[in-house]
């Protein structure tokens, strides 16, 4: 139950990351930022995938692991991890991207990676411990 | 929580370690296909026709055969123009005057259905107005959408002063400008009040972010575009949209 209620205070903490970088993508304004490299990040290919903007695919990613809080058992820990460890892989190549082609880093990238960094930690501990029901 | 997963016999718990392991295994193949097929193999359409822009479009060929006059650029046989509410300094409209433009003079200045206008306004400062009277300066030797498009080559980093001289200069000489002239110009009385005749149909109409576009016809209301996205397919859509 506290892994569960640890994973969703996370998710929570996530969306409100991704449905921030959502808005201001849709919204063709400036992020908030501090690091100096947001708007660059934002505007570069890497913001988008097959036309979808990253940070909407992150926010149904969270919104799909905060779902799986909701329920008991091994298979809704399964999803939470596994969904969780994609969001690890892909923050992975977004940061990539940002040191590397894009040549600018973005605060609220770096706090969704750490976000999903510690969601993904605490989805597999909830995976190995989650009682057979 | 550590406690409970440090007393968990995980350790000899073999199938969750192994469903675990599939599970980050398929998600790092799950992603690597999705990010392989999403961006087209490391190469997304806009990324594409930027470098093309880039590789092959200067401003001297982008415009090339195309009257220019003043702050608009078209034939004057147009049915409609298109206005262009743009800041020097936004990286958005960088983005849509290098990635946009060239197909929108290609299909649609260049076949006559429209005529592009340049409504230069500052929303990024003072430094920003400075970018405006360059490009308007360049409007009497009839290359201003050459310097818009080749001030934007050379943006910089939109919280610094980048818009100095020799930025300035090194645009008007790019594009074939005489650049003692241009400076000149833009100091001038016209460029001013063109800057604030641009600045005051912005502030009616509302539009307060840039780039922002208004498609206007005789004895029909301006349109303004609402934009979801600044590449060219999806600008191209809400312009056919709009010119329907």
Same mark, same amino acid.
């Given at each position: 139950?506290?892994?569960?209620?640890?994973?969703?205070?996370?998710?929570?903490?996530?969306?409100?990351?991704a449905?921030?970088?959502?808005?201001?993508?849709?919204?063709?304004?400036?992020?908030?930022?501090?690091?100096?490299g947001?708007?660059?990040?934002q505007?570069?290919?890497?913001?988008?995938?097959?036309?979808?903007?990253?940070?909407?695919?992150?926010?149904?990613?969270?919104?799909?692991?905060?779902?799986?809080?909701l329920?008991?058992?091994?298979?809704?820990?399964?999803v939470?991890?596994?969904?969780a460890?994609?969001?690890?892989a892909?923050?992975?190549?977004?940061?990539?991207?940002?040191?590397?082609?894009?040549?600018?880093?973005?605060q609220?990238?770096?706090?969704?990676?750490?976000t999903?960094?510690v969601?993904?930690?605490?989805t597999i501990?909830?995976?190995?411990?989650?009682?057979?029901t | 929580m550590?406690?409970?997963?440090l007393?968990?016999?995980? &350790?000899?718990? @073999?199938?969750?370690l192994?469903l675990?392991?599939? +599970?980050? #295994?398929?998600? %790092? *193949?799950?992603?690597?296909?999705?990010?392989?097929f999403?961006s087209?193999?490391?190469?997304?359409?806009?990324?594409?026709?930027?470098?093309?822009?880039?590789?092959?479009?200067?401003?001297?060929?982008?415009?090339?055969? &195309?009257?220019? @006059?003043?702050?608009?650029?078209?034939?004057?046989? +147009?049915p #409609?123009?298109? %206005? *262009?509410y743009?800041?020097?300094?936004?990286?958005?409209?960088?983005?849509?005057?290098?990635?946009?433009?060239?197909?929108?003079?290609?299909?649609?200045?260049?076949?006559?259905?429209?005529?592009?206008?340049y409504?230069?306004?500052?929303?990024?400062?003072?430094?920003?107005?400075?970018?405006?009277?360059?490009?308007y300066?360049?409007?009497?030797?009839?290359k201003?959408?050459?310097?818009?498009?080749?001030?934007?080559?050379r943006?910089?980093?939109?919280?610094t002063?980048?818009?100095?001289?020799?930025?300035?200069?090194?645009?008007?000489?790019?594009?074939?400008?005489?650049?003692?002239?241009?400076?000149?110009?833009?100091?001038?009385?016209a460029?001013?009040?063109?800057?604030?005749?641009s600045?005051?149909?912005a502030?009616s109409?509302?539009?307060?972010?840039?780039?922002?576009?208004?498609?206007?016809?005789?004895?029909?209301?301006?349109?303004?575009?609402?934009?979801?996205?600044?590449?060219p397919?999806?600008?191209?859509?809400t312009?056919?949209?709009?010119?329907?």
């Open positions: 139950m506290r892994l569960r209620a640890a994973i969703a205070v996370f998710c929570v903490v996530g969306i409100g990351i449905a921030y970088l959502t808005v201001v993508h849709y919204a063709h304004v400036a992020p908030v930022c501090v690091t100096g947001c708007e660059k990040v505007q570069s290919k890497y913001s988008e995938l097959a036309g979808v903007p990253v940070a909407l695919l992150g926010l149904v990613a969270y919104a799909v692991i905060l779902g799986t809080t329920v008991r058992g091994v298979t809704a820990a399964f939470g991890a596994f969904v460890l994609a969001g690890v892909f923050s992975g190549y977004l940061l990539w991207a940002q040191l590397g082609p894009i040549g600018a880093v973005c609220w990238c770096l706090g969704n990676d750490l999903i960094l969601v993904a930690g605490l501990a909830r995976m190995l411990t989650e009682p057979t | 550590a406690r409970t997963l007393r968990h016999p995980f &350790l000899v718990d @073999r199938n969750r192994l675990l392991l599939g +599970a980050a #295994a398929l998600a %790092l *193949v799950v992603v690597a296909v999705v990010v392989s999403g087209g193999g490391g190469s997304d359409s806009s990324a594409s026709t930027a470098a093309t822009t880039s590789a092959t479009t200067s401003p001297a060929t982008l415009f090339a055969g &195309l009257p220019q @006059r003043g702050d608009t650029v078209g034939k004057a046989s +147009a #409609a123009s298109l %206005l *262009v743009e800041d020097p300094k936004c990286p958005y409209c960088r983005e849509w005057d290098l990635d946009t433009l060239p197909t929108v003079v290609r299909d649609y200045v260049r076949t006559g259905r429209i005529r592009l206008t409504r230069g306004i500052a929303i990024l400062g003072g430094n920003s107005v400075i970018g405006l009277r360059a490009n300066g360049a409007a009497p030797q009839s201003l959408w050459n310097m818009v498009v080749a001030m934007y080559e943006q910089g980093d939109e919280r002063n980048w818009i100095t001289v020799p930025v300035i200069t090194d645009a008007a000489k790019a594009i074939g400008a005489n650049p003692e002239q241009l400076l000149k110009d833009a100091d001038s009385k460029v001013t009040a063109m800057i604030e005749a600045q005051a149909e502030a109409r509302g539009i307060n972010q840039t780039p922002s576009f208004v498609v206007e016809r005789p004895l029909t209301q301006p349109v303004e575009l609402n934009v979801t996205g600044l590449d397919d999806s600008f191209t859509a312009l056919d949209q709009a010119l329907r």
